[in-house]
Nanobody, 125 residues
């Protein structure tokens, strides 16, 4: 089981940007990693995922064109660049392992059993 740690959350105004990081204690060379969003009072929803060699990326319809995921396997880190943030993007963001066959645009990403503790994003003026 991987140990994942998210960072980079904070307070940003609508239209602003943040870059989240997911740093993993172990090698991520063989893992598809996803980002998930939990808005207040709601369940976790998949935001993005990226395959082990970055050949495949996928996004939820709500963030496509605004968010970009990338990874640096040497640094064992996966990133989520969030641009043009909206109030509905606020909440806790988690990274987790994802089953590669669920990593498709608009799909429900199926998470594995390794999750980080989350990082809080607040979008408010």
């Amino acid at each position: 089981q991987l140990r994942l740690v998210e960072s980079g959350g904070g307070l940003v105004q609508p239209g602003g940007y943040l870059r989240l990081s997911c740093t993993v204690a172990q090698s991520i060379d063989d893992y598809t990693i996803g980002w998930f969003h939990q808005a207040p009072g709601k369940g976790r929803e998949g935001v993005s995922c990226i395959s082990s060699t970055s050949q495949k990326e996928a996004y939820a319809d709500s963030v496509k064109g605004r968010f970009t995921t990338s990874r640096d396997n040497a640094r064992r880190t996966v990133f989520l660049q969030m641009n043009n943030l909206k109030p509905e993007d606020a909440g806790v963001y988690y990274c987790a392992t994802v089953y590669l066959n669920s990593c498709e645009d608009g799909a429900t990403f199926r998470a594995g059993n390794s999750w980080g503790q989350g990082t809080q994003v607040t979008v408010s003026s």
